[in-house]
């Protein structure tokens, strides 16, 4: 079953601009992460924030966590045309902490 | 450094064919192994997870099984497809006993049944 729900779906902005993606799911966690796939490709990790955590940053990324809301959040600052992929959530926890529980991702369109 | 293969790329199967997909993982030992599919628009399942050779977890009651003969070989099979089996799979795997690291994937296999 899904755990997390990305939302929005689809994403359109142009070149330059920042792109939020947010992400709520249901239980508890041990920690969040975001994934990215281009078309047709595997899933390449992104960044990993954990349950203590309430905000982490890698590059152009930052990811912000709420667990009172269960919710996250992923923003692509400065996007460029190559930033384009689906980008999805996965948790940890509830009991196992190895497995993860992804959402159905959003796709993200970066025009040049 | 840790690599993970998943092959065929692709694969045009019959109903009712049987299946075998392989996935490896080289520079680690005694990975956490899984398998997910994915539907078309839609985000990932996990069917297997496998905490060591010969332990396998299943998640979603289907017609495929999963395999560890060795510490790090992952196969996928099935019997008989349905045409509900097509779909990308993924074969993945993360560090034993590490909960705070992600997940690395394969490049998947394109699964069509006809």
């Known amino acids: 079953s899904q755990q997390g729900e990305e939302d929005p779906q689809a994403l359109s902005i142009q070149e330059g601009e920042n792109a939020t993606m947010n992400c709520s799911y249901k239980t508890s966690i041990n920690n969040l992460q975001w994934y990215r796939q281009n078309s047709g490709r595997g899933l390449v990790h992104l960044i990993l924030i954990r349950s203590n955590e309430r905000e982490k940053h890698s590059g152009r990324l930052r990811v912000t966590l709420d667990t009172s809301k269960k919710s996250s959040s992923l923003l692509i600052t400065a996007s460029r045309a190559a930033d384009t992929a689906s980008y999805f959530c996965a948790t940890t926890g509830g009991g196992s902490n190895y497995k993860l529980t992804f959402g159905k991702g959003t796709l993200l369109t970066v025009n040049p | 450094s840790q690599t993970i293969h998943q092959w065929p790329a692709t694969l045009v199967q019959p109903v009712g064919s049987p299946l075998s997909l392989e996935c490896t993982v080289e520079g680690t030992s005694n990975p956490n192994l899984y398998w997910y599919r994915q539907a078309a628009g839609r985000g990932l399942q996990l069917l297997f997870y496998s905490v060591g050779i010969g332990q396998i977890s299943s998640e979603v009651p289907q017609n495929l099984s999963a395999s560890r003969p060795q510490d790090r070989q992952f196969i996928l099979s099935s019997k008989k497809l349905l045409l509900s089996d097509s779909g990308f799979y993924l074969c993945?795997?993360?560090?034993?006993?590490?909960?705070?690291?992600?997940?690395?994937f394969g490049s998947g296999t394109r699964l069509t049944v006809v």
């Open positions: 993945a795997w993360s560090v034993t006993g590490r909960t705070n690291y992600g997940y690395t």
